[in-house]
């Protein structure tokens, strides 16, 4: 089967490396002649990195790259899609874009084609009502960068016949990547259940609880995270960030639980956008001294409960509301945001009861509604139930 992929940015020339692995042909198109030199040229230097890194061999390498054709032009030129049985779109985050490409594909296609979206933060519902046929239409959430991240959220829309669902799931399997399935709601399962992990280490910050410092050695140290909150902001940058948290913000029609930060705000209005602008919540200018940690053990295990309860929160409340089941919830975020454990399994350890101890108190201590514990984790907690046996 011939996979189609319209956009050549990060995620569309990763996308199309992967499906051109597994031994489609692929046809990448992109508007702007300069976005497929430069997906290209990433595809290629990914090929011979694997070749040098004997994951595949030179015949191989020589073997993949012929499997891609590429196509710019504008969306007239869809008819180069014609014979593609799948099509992703990783075109810009943009709603109406994405309708237009949907629609026009929808023209040039056969009629039993497959089209998906990698849309992070839109209605999979709403780019699908464009088409005739919506029940073809799905979102298939890579990250990134797509070749390297195995998880792939698997979004069927309101009206995606679940047939084309299931094949797809199975193709993206197929692929070498773990899907995981996912209702078509605000951020999905990661970039919903991860927001807390960023909002509350601000709202730490910004009641002068600690330093940020202190937060990210608490959440690596104590949590056994990657990176801390701070430092993973600076390094995705702090404008990518923002426009997630407040699109799922927009989109819950503002449930404070996913309030953006004041401090966020100011940093982006400022250019402060992380590593790529030489600031961020840190200085990278060279010879800058990177600030010290307070290495209070209380302090900092305080942190990092309060931390991980929110996201504990989150996690069940996805699930209570059905956005995943509790193994994708937690493989979510141990394969998308690599989370040294799953949320929900970290949960059973913790010890239920103990969770809505902590949120029950935060709850109390704010009066606000962003701290309200799950309804889930308060009913499992008085009738001693755990997440996983
Ligand atoms: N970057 C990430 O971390 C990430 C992760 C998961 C999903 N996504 C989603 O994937 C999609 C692409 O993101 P990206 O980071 O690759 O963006 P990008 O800006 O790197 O690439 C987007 C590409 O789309 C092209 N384009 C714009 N309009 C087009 C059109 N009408 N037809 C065809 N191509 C068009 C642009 O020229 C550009 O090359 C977005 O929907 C984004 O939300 C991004």
Redesign the pocket.
Known sequence: MQVGV???????SGIAQVAATFGHSVVL????ER?IDK?LAGIEKNLARSVEKNRITSDEQTAIRSRISTVTGS?DDFPAFAECGFIIE????NIE??R??FARLERVVADDAILA??????SVTAIASTCKNPGRVLGV????PPTVLPLVEIVPGLATDPDVTERVQVLVDAWGKSTVLASDTPGFIVNRIARPFYGEALRIYEEGIADMATIDWAMREIGGFKMGPFELMDFIGND?NLAATKSVYEATFHDPRFKPALTQQRLFDAGFLGRKSGRGYYDYSPGATPPSPTEDRELGDLIFRRILCMLINQAADALYYQVASASDIDRAMVLGVNYPKGLLRWADEMGIPETVKWLGALHEFYGEERYRPSPLLKTMAADGFTFFS
């Not at 198109?29 to 702007?32: E, K, Y």
């Not at 990783?90 to 985050?93: L, Q, R, T």
């Open positions: 319209v956009g050549a940015g990060a995620m569309g198109f992109d508007t702007r976005a997906g969306a990783a075109a810009v985050e874009v994405k237009d490409i979206t990698n849309t992070s933060s839109l959430h890579f990250f990134n990518i």
